[in-house]
């Protein structure tokens, strides 16, 4: 299978320039030459058989094939909401919620945050960079940093759930949804979410996960209930 490369510019030709890191590896890390095939996406959707026809100094000169519309999406909008763990955590946590499907990933700011997010482009960065190695031909959007207040008056409709130590199982609250209705779940920091806060999920009818006796960090709770909503709609 020919690699997979992204570009910045949105594909509507017979051709299309590569840049930045894309053209780089293909420089100066696979000493690439014209009549090299790979594979192109623009993260809209579908894909695009390519090769190589100019290596410039610092860009990549595409000969771009018909289109092929391969969506490798899940069925559903899975939205996650979550006070981002520390250092390199933040990045193995955003590739995996690509891998898994994730539509959107909102970094959150709650009162027990401690966290500093990575900027945007550098978390997008980490999305790309997943997404050419799992296949997915539109990126997992990443929103910005938002508040718990803010989370709660954007999020109105759909099935909403918090993870929380004394919630349902989650057995119960799949009953609950209905087919391809978004989903969007709230994971707090490492310090857990306060009572006010989960008093307010109540009042706005969010629906509170348990995920079993023992603690978990922030990323292996996002993990698993992605996991569980991405794999159950596909067995």
Request: proline share 4%; charged share 30%.
């Amino acid at each position: 299978m020919p690699d997979r490369y992204f570009s910045t510019r949105p594909i509507d030709g017979a051709t299309v320039t590569l840049d930045g890191s894309e053209a780089h590896h293909l420089l100066h890390v696979m000493r690439a030459k014209p009549g090299l095939e790979l594979t192109v996406f623009d993260g809209h959707g579908g894909e695009y058989a390519a090769e190589i026809a100019e290596c410039k100094r610092s860009t990549v000169e595409l000969a771009v094939g018909k289109r092929e519309e391969i969506e490798r999406e899940l069925p559903f909008e899975l939205t996650l909401a979550v006070a981002l763990p520390k250092g390199d955590r933040q990045r193995w946590l955003i590739e995996k919620c690509t891998e898994l499907g994730v539509t959107r990933l909102v970094p959150l700011q709650t009162a027990r945050s401690v966290s500093k997010v990575e900027k945007k482009e550098k978390l997008t960065r980490y999305v790309i960079e997943a997404s050419k190695q799992c296949g997915r031909n539109r990126l997992m959007k990443i929103a910005a940093l938002t508040d718990w207040t803010a989370l709660l008056s954007t999020c109105t409709m759909g099935t909403r759930m918090i993870a929380h130590p004394q919630g349902e199982p989650i057995a119960r609250v799949e009953t609950r949804r209905t087919e391809n209705e978004a989903i969007y779940i709230a994971i707090g920091p490492e310090g857990g979410f306060t009572d006010e806060e989960v008093a307010s999920t109540i009042e706005s009818g969010w629906q509170h996960i348990g995920l079993g006796e023992r603690i978990l960090r922030i990323e292996t709770a996002a993990l698993a209930l992605a996991a569980h909503f991405a794999i159950e709609r596909r067995i």
